[in-house]
């Protein structure tokens, strides 16, 4: 089946900093999403990207679709207290009649000391 | 205007009870997806249901576990005689009719089978 490979699987790091994240497949998608799910609830989108080479901002936060389709980045400038949280890197199935499966990478936790 | 509902937020059952978990899909959403949670893991998708439909129950198991999306009320999500390997976070998803690309999460149901 597909596999993401998500790194890193954590990360702690000062207010402040910037902090950039990827996943990556063997797989060519035609879609990544990134979602970022705080404790105790469910994964809450953040970008999704549709297009090779696509750049997407939202606030702080910017994520890229790569070339080669295989891989994805997300980064996240001048974090704050509230970035703690799991992040996400998830896609959609490619095999034909089942886009409509997510599929997840295995996160990364972001901790941010004030 | 309410986002995805799920009850309960946490589940205690013993070995061999029944678990029943609801959802209740954002207000316009007919498509209903479940996912699975272990620690430590990402999401993984376990069935797609649009009203009165299972579309795809590929990522369930085949035994104990059953999923329904009726005309009226929540989708529930069912397992039979719960065993200490189904403990997780069970997540419901819902995106609008003809649009999957961008599902959006409830909180999720923790179940913890003693």
């Known amino acids: 089946g597909q596999q993401l490979n998500q790194s890193p699987q954590s990360m702690f790091i000062q207010e402040g900093e910037d902090v950039s994240m990827n996943c990556t497949s063997s797989s060519i998608f035609n879609t990544w999403l990134w979602y970022k799910q705080d404790p105790g609830e469910g994964p809450v989108l953040l970008i999704a990207?549709?297009?090779?080479?696509e750049l997407t901002s939202n606030g702080r936060l910017t994520a890229q679709f790569g070339i080669t389709r295989k891989d994805s980045f997300l980064n996240i400038s001048a974090s704050i207290p509230s970035d703690v949280g799991i992040y996400f890197c998830?896609?959609?199935?490619?095999?034909?009649?089942?886009?409509?499966?997510?599929?997840f990478g295995k996160g990364t936790l972001l901790t941010v000391n004030p | 205007n309410a986002g995805v509902m799920q009850n309960p937020r946490h589940l205690v059952r013993r070995r061999g009870q029944e678990a029943r978990l609801r959802c209740s899909p954002m207000?316009?959403?007919?498509?209903v997806y479940w996912y699975r949670q272990l620690p430590e893991e990402g999401l993984k998708f376990m069935v797609y249901l649009q009203k009165e439909n299972i579309i795809d129950e590929s990522g369930m198991p085949k035994e104990r576990f059953s999923a329904e999306f009726p005309k009226e009320g929540p989708s529930i999500l069912r397992i039979q005689q719960v065993v200490r390997g189904d403990s997780a976070a069970y997540f419901c998803a819902s995106s609008p009719r003809g649009s999957y690309n961008e599902q959006f999460f409830g909180p999720g149901t923790r179940l913890t089978v003693l």
């Open positions: 998830a896609t959609h199935g490619n095999s034909g009649g089942s886009n409509y499966k997510l599929t």
């Open positions: 990207l549709y297009k090779a080479g």
């Open positions: 207000k316009g959403h007919s498509h």
